[in-house]
């Protein structure tokens, strides 16, 4: 009986310390101090201007059996763009903050959009964003995978 208990309690002590790791490895809120913060040229490939990057959960970070690959603030200034890419194996989110612009859907169509819209890629479909606007686009960008 005593070693059972005693089984039991290493093997609780270990869920708990193999959680704790985890949960500093992933945690649920990632705050704004911790971001990793790039300044990309040619984002999507092809973009134009400098687009400010704040990757509160980049995908290196991620791994396979997680659905979340990325989460990332994107500054666009004036003029700016993220080139029309495709995602093979991603699907990508948009959403809008603020600012305003157009959406480049796979087939080259532009819609106009502004601050409170969303815009999704799924996987194979290709997709771009410009700045068509006067202030920075600012929007939330988050990749996620089946």
């Known amino acids: 009986m005593r070693n059972t208990f005693a089984a039991?309690?290493?093997?609780?002590?270990?869920?708990?310390?193999?959680?704790?790791t985890l949960a500093q490895e992933f945690p649920q809120v990632y705050a704004k101090e911790g971001y990793v913060v790039k300044d990309r040229e040619k984002l999507g490939g092809?973009?134009?201007?400098?687009?400010?990057?704040?990757?509160?959960?980049?995908?290196?970070k991620a791994l396979p059996?997680?659905?979340?690959?990325?989460?990332?603030?994107?500054?666009?200034p004036p003029g700016a763009s993220i080139g029309v890419h495709k995602h093979e194996k991603n699907e990508d989110a948009y959403i809008v903050v603020s600012g305003s612009g157009v959406f480049v859907a796979a087939d080259g169509t532009e819609t106009p959009v502004k601050a409170g819209?969303?815009?999704?890629?799924?996987?194979?479909?290709?997709?771009?964003?410009?700045?068509?606007?006067?202030?920075?686009?600012?929007?939330?960008?988050?990749i996620a995978q089946q």
């Open 8 to 20: 039991t309690i290493v093997a609780a002590c270990g869920l708990f310390f193999a959680g704790s």
């Open 46 to 60: 092809t973009g134009l201007g400098t687009v400010h990057c704040e990757y509160a959960f980049p995908r290196d």
């Open 65 to 76: 059996d997680q659905a979340i690959k990325e989460v990332a603030w994107l500054t666009l």
């Open 117 to 142: 819209d969303v815009t999704i890629a799924r996987k194979g479909e290709s997709h771009g964003m410009k700045n068509t606007g006067s202030d920075p686009l600012v929007i939330l960008d988050v």
